[in-house]
């Protein structure tokens, strides 16, 4: 089993899993849906292609920076026909940083790394307004996929670790194994991407002890008594 591993990063993320009507939502870390549909878009695949194989992948999330909740007002015309579309609050993620990984066969992953470094369609980070910024493929692993994300090097901006502690936690999001029992179920397994019948299945989502990483370009905790604070001051 071979991992391959991404970073994604760029002004603006936005990965729905539970929109509705006018208001579009956005989970606090990629969605599997939204990673595979990057992968599909790098191998030039329209959404109107299959994609089992991809189905076949194990996914997982590392939460290098986890960024800022933004909303956005947004109104829209049909192009074709000048028509005013309902309109919406679409939220995104702003300057956040992840690394995800896929796991499977070696031949497919070795195919997508090298698609990834001259995609045939633009990448995107949930949506068409969210361009991806940097480079996207970290390499490829022969650890487990959990093992390959504990180990990856710490992705975040230089600013960011500069204002974080000395020692940083990186929260995990896997795929559950079978025999997991503390689990949350995520509808984001993107059966179908055709604009005409998009489908999607369920998956569950286990979440096991953070990564503890060090950061020594962060500032010192520094731990303040209150009460002698408030003493001292009286």
Same mark, same amino acid.
């Given at each position: 089993?071979?991992?391959?591993?991404?970073? @994604?990063?760029?002004?603006?993320?936005?990965?729905?899993?539970?929109?509705?009507?006018?208001?579009?939502?956005?989970?606090?870390?990629?969605?599997?849906?939204?990673? @595979?549909?990057?992968?599909?878009?790098?191998?030039?695949?329209?959404?109107?292609?299959?994609?089992?194989? @991809?189905?076949?992948?194990?996914?997982?999330?590392?939460?290098?920076?986890?960024?800022?909740?933004?909303?956005?007002?947004?109104?829209?015309?049909?192009?074709?026909?000048?028509?005013?579309?309902?309109?919406?609050?679409?939220?995104?993620?702003?300057?956040?940083?992840?690394?995800?990984?896929?796991?499977?066969?070696?031949?497919?992953?070795?195919?997508?790394?090298?698609?990834?470094?001259?995609?045939?369609?633009?990448?995107?980070?949930?949506?068409?307004?969210?361009?991806?910024?940097?480079?996207?493929?970290?390499?490829?692993?022969?650890?487990?996929?959990?093992?390959?994300?504990?180990?990856?090097?710490?992705?975040?901006?230089? %600013?960011?670790?500069?204002?974080?502690?000395?020692?940083?936690?990186?929260?995990?999001? @896997?795929?559950?194994?079978?025999?997991?029992?503390?689990?949350?179920?995520?509808?984001?397994?993107?059966?179908?991407?055709?604009?005409?019948?998009?489908?999607?299945?369920?998956?569950?989502?286990?979440?096991?002890?953070?990564?503890?990483?060090?950061?020594?370009?962060?500032?010192?905790?520094?731990?303040?008594? %209150?009460?002698?604070?408030?003493?001292?001051?009286?």
């Amino acid at each position: 089993m071979t991992v391959l591993l991404l970073r @994604l990063a760029g002004p603006m993320q936005s990965w729905g899993v539970d929109s509705r009507f006018t208001v579009r939502e956005t989970q606090r870390y990629p969605s599997k849906s939204g990673v @595979l549909g990057l992968l599909a878009a790098a191998m030039g695949r329209r959404r109107t292609d299959p994609v089992e194989d @991809l189905l076949h992948l194990s996914f997982g999330v590392r939460v290098d920076q986890p960024g800022r909740l933004m909303s956005d007002f947004h109104t829209a015309h049909d192009w074709r026909t000048g028509t005013s579309m309902p309109l919406s609050t679409r939220y995104y993620l702003s300057d956040a940083v992840f690394v995800a990984a896929v796991a499977g066969d070696h031949s497919l992953l070795s195919t997508l790394d090298e698609r990834l470094a001259d995609p045939v369609f633009p990448l995107y980070l949930g949506r068409r307004s969210c361009p991806i910024t940097g480079r996207v493929s970290l390499g490829l692993s022969e650890l487990p996929l959990e093992q390959a994300l504990r180990r990856a090097d710490w992705q975040a901006a230089s %600013w960011y670790q500069k204002q974080a502690e000395r020692e940083v936690r990186l929260p995990l999001h @896997l795929d559950a194994p079978d025999d997991a029992e503390h689990t949350d179920s995520v509808r984001d397994v993107p059966l179908s991407f055709n604009p005409e019948r998009r489908q999607y299945g369920w998956r569950r989502v286990v979440h096991p002890d953070p990564v503890v990483m060090a950061n020594p370009k962060g500032r010192e905790r520094r731990d303040v008594d %209150w009460f002698a604070a408030v003493a001292g001051g009286a």
